[in-house]
């Protein structure tokens, strides 16, 4: 079996129209654009797999060495990357008619939890993601904080909406120091949905880890491990995240996390092929008992269907990954076209009496802006919100417009 053809196309899934202008605005066009990359084989098979983003050059670098290959010479390889392996093991799992994750090992779970995930926005738009959220089935939502949003009054408003159970998963960015990660961890605490806490502090500072996890009410989670996983043995953390790692290099640190008996999950940026080929891996792995993270429910179609249920997704049993692509929804996806971005002004309000304006999307602005602004600094609990003023076509709009060319503008209004 030699892979022969390789199939590009550019996908533009649509983002749901409740909250599309607040994830662009966000993110920019980060979230408008797949790729969905179909490999063909000499005997007639198909793999399907796909990675976040257009048809970029240096991502097409990395499928092109699979051409004339066995697919299966890339089962477990450390340089494959984790955006080209779900059509691998969807192409030896085929040839060998049994489901992916018998290329892994014994299947441990049936049902594998997974997570929501979402951009931080007004406490009253993070309570209609989670809300959002459970009608697609999650009981974990996971969210960046910002500086430039209360967290706790996120908190808050999601609680009151709530349903018993359901969690969720704070990554703080690694941007404080223990001691007031450890008071937001006490804050947080009086919310019985605050479920876990990732990357606290820099990756490096292991101390700082420890110290946490010894004093923290809210279970950490360490993403980019400096020491490849070993800091399982150590003790540096409650669990760990597998964050867009190569299949290979999953499998030796799940081996860390099973010896050190300790929980991590993994986190994939995809739709619901990136899902399903998550699902296959947790179903073999011993210790991916965690909430295990992508980014299907961010759109309101895709080209697979893998459902949702309880806060989990089934194993599929079918040969390979076991789902099927939907060539009428792939064509329809890949010939829609992408609006541009909402014209409107970031507003953020700080205090006291203090407004800033400046130009989206929000990951354009300085990392630490919060830091430069009256009123806010290091903290989670500031009295700070970051809103959106659409142009409504009025002479403020305009010439405000006009004096964020140059970067953000802040007016003391009172």
């Keep these: 079996m030699r892979i022969t053809d390789i199939e590009l196309h550019e996908i533009h899934p649509p983002i749901p129209e409740w909250n599309r202008d607040e994830v662009r605005l966000s993110s920019g ?23 976040e983003g257009p048809c970029r050059d240096v991502r097409v670098a990395d499928v092109e ?18 955006w080209i392996a779900p059509a691998i093991y969807d192409l ?20 594998v939890p997974v997570s929501s995930w979402t951009v931080s926005q007004t406490p009253a ?3 209609q993601e989670l809300e959002d959220a459970v009608s697609k089935g999650h009981r974990w939502l996971k969210f960046h904080t910002y500086h430039l949003h209360n967290v706790i009054e996120q908190t808050r408003a999601m609680q009151q909406v709530a349903p018993d159970g359901f969690k969720i998963h704070y990554d703080i960015n690694f941007d404080n120091s223990p001691d007031e990660v450890l008071t937001l961890a006490r804050q947080l605490a009086q919310f019985p949905a605050a479920g876990l806490i990732e990357d606290p502090v820099r990756s490096h500072d292991l101390q700082g ?6 004093r923290s009410p809210l279970p950490i989670i360490l993403h980019h491990c400096p020491l490849g996983g070993r800091e399982a043995m150590m003790g540096v953390a409650d669990g760990y995240m597998l964050g867009h790692s190569p299949v290979g290099q999953t499998l030796r640190r799940a081996g860390l996390y099973e010896a050190a008996n300790v929980p ?3 986190q994939n940026n995809g739709g619901n092929i990136t899902l399903a080929m998550v699902v296959h891996m947790a179903a073999a792995l011993e210790r991916a008992t965690l909430h295990h993270v992508t980014l299907g429910r961010m759109w309101s179609e895709d080209v697979v269907e893998l459902p949702v249920i309880g806060g989990q997704v089934e194993v599929p049993e079918r040969p390979g990954l076991g789902i099927t692509l939907d060539r009428e929804k792939l064509l329809r996806l890949t010939e829609r076209s992408v609006d541009p971005l909402p014209n409107a002004l970031l507003r953020i309000d700080h205090g006291p009496g203090y407004v800033t304006c400046a130009r989206p999307p929000i990951i354009n602005l300085p990392r630490d802006i919060h830091l430069h602004l009256p ?18 076509a009025s002479a403020a709009f305009e ?5 964020t060319a140059a970067g953000p503008m802040t007016e003391k209004i009172n």
Aim: aromatic share 10%.
């Design 209 to 214: 880890h420890i110290h946490l996890r010894e």
């Design 125 to 127: 738009r993070m309570a």
């Design 399 to 403: 010439k405000m417009w006009s004096q």
């Design 29 to 51: 066009g980060n979230w408008d654009t797949r790729t969905v990359v179909v490999l063909h084989t000499d005997n007639g098979l198909e793999g399907i797999t796909e990675w």
């Design 264 to 266: 991590f999950m993994m």
């Design 65 to 82: 060495p699979l051409r004339g290959t066995n697919p299966a010479r890339w089962l477990g390889h450390p340089s494959l990357p984790i």
């Design 92 to 111: 030896v799992g085929k040839a060998m008619e049994v489901p992916a994750y018998q290329l892994i090992g014994p299947k441990v779970r049936s049902w």
């Design 375 to 392: 009123g806010v600094g290091d903290g989670y609990d500031l009295p700070v919100d970051l809103t959106y003023w659409h142009n409504d």
